[in-house]
């Protein structure tokens, strides 16, 4: 079966993101002044064959992990369906 992974990927919260820091404090100078605070992530797409839905949640596991993210500075999220 075909599966769509949806993965979301953002610094951890403990951590100070650089990158949002600089884009809150821009949008403040631009005038967003309701803007407080911004968090910088990735989104990733992917596309993947599995024998069944769980198969296809381990082998998404395994990919944030071993590739797709530092586990020592940012965490995942993600949802999976069907193609």
């Known amino acids: 079966m075909k599966f769509i992974a949806e993965i ?3 610094p951890l919260k403990a951590l100070l ?3 949002g820091k600089a884009v809150t404090q821009s949008m403040k100078k631009i005038g967003f ?3 407080n605070s911004v968090r910088i992530g ?3 797409t992917m596309e993947l064959e599995a024998a069944d ?4 949640r381990e ?3 395994e990919a944030c992990h071993k590739i797709l993210t530092n586990p ?3 965490g ?3 949802t999976i369906r069907e193609a």
Do not use: G, T
């Open 72 to 74: 020592i500075i940012e």
């Open 42 to 44: 990735k989104h990733i």
């Open 8 to 10: 979301n990927v953002m």
């Open 53 to 56: 839905k769980e198969k296809a």
């Open 33 to 35: 002044s309701e803007v």
């Open 59 to 61: 082998r998404v596991n």
């Open 17 to 19: 993101d650089p990158q």
């Open 76 to 78: 995942y999220e993600y």
